[in-house]
């Protein structure tokens, strides 16, 4: 199957119009309608209908996406190895959360070029529901996740641990004003989310509430508030731009490196680990 016509497929499923579709793909809405045709004469079944002028995709197209992109992702990391310049030796694809990316990952990339300098690396950002499936299908080779997957399949190793503090941009408050007073709640997960709640009864609702820590810390830094956010995040601007309420608990949130059990990496993954670890010990004394 010529892999272009999937390419088509999904630009068709992502524009929901072939002439917008052809417009992306720098083709004639007539060729965009040939490949989705023989698409499905390939499969056997149309993937698309339209319901007034509304083009959706058929049960079976829903079906195919996923495959899809598993396959476009497979063909991209062969063409890249193919053509791996004589000093690399091996591309190691590594994902996390956009979150975990500001966190800690931009540093481990760097540190990981550093020690392994004939490694080529692919560096992506996914929610977590992603993550895991690519490390299942192994179009990833590594993952950062903040809870260990429950993936039967899947190897999950804490690295490090995101250790939370209570911070405020104004100075000398105490946890009952900094928790009442433009509080901007972030989501750290179920385990954290618990810990959180039996800590801190009977607060106010949050001006904020978000997924992100970088959300939060720019949140706080232009209309003023106060937020849990990693001291890794912080450090730099305690007792300048924020202050740690020290009274408040800290609440560590472990970090841990995911990766498929046969994995024909895992030399290097395990060595991608010891690098990460190496790098938060400092952290953790």
Known sequence: MDIELLKTFLEVKKTRH????????????????????????????????????????????????????????????????????????????IGGTSGLW????????????KHLP??????????????????VERTMDLGLLYEPTKVSDLISVPVTQAELILVSTEKHQDIHEALNQDYVSIDWGTAVNIAHTQIFQDIRSPVLYTTLAKIALEFILYNGGSAYLPLQLVDHLLEKELYHIESAPVINRPIYACYHKENLNEDLIKDIINIINDMSEPELN
Do not use: C, P
């Open 118 to 135: 004939d490694i080529a690396l692919r560096a992506e950002s996914h929610g977590q529901d992603i993550l895991i499936r690519r490390l």
């Open 18 to 93: 072939f002439g917008k579709a052809a417009e992306n793909l720098y083709l004639t809405q007539a060729a965009v309608s040939a490949r989705i045709k023989q698409l499905e004469q390939y499969m056997g079944t149309s993937l698309f209908t339209r319901y007034r002028n509304n083009l959706q995709l058929t049960a079976v197209g829903e079906r195919l996406t996923h495959h899809a992109e598993t396959i476009l992702i497979a063909w991209d990391r062969a063409q890249a190895e193919a053509h791996l310049r004589d000093n690399q030796r091996k591309i190691i694809a």
């Open 102 to 113: 500001d966190l800690i990952l931009q540093g481990a990339l760097n540190e990981i070029h």
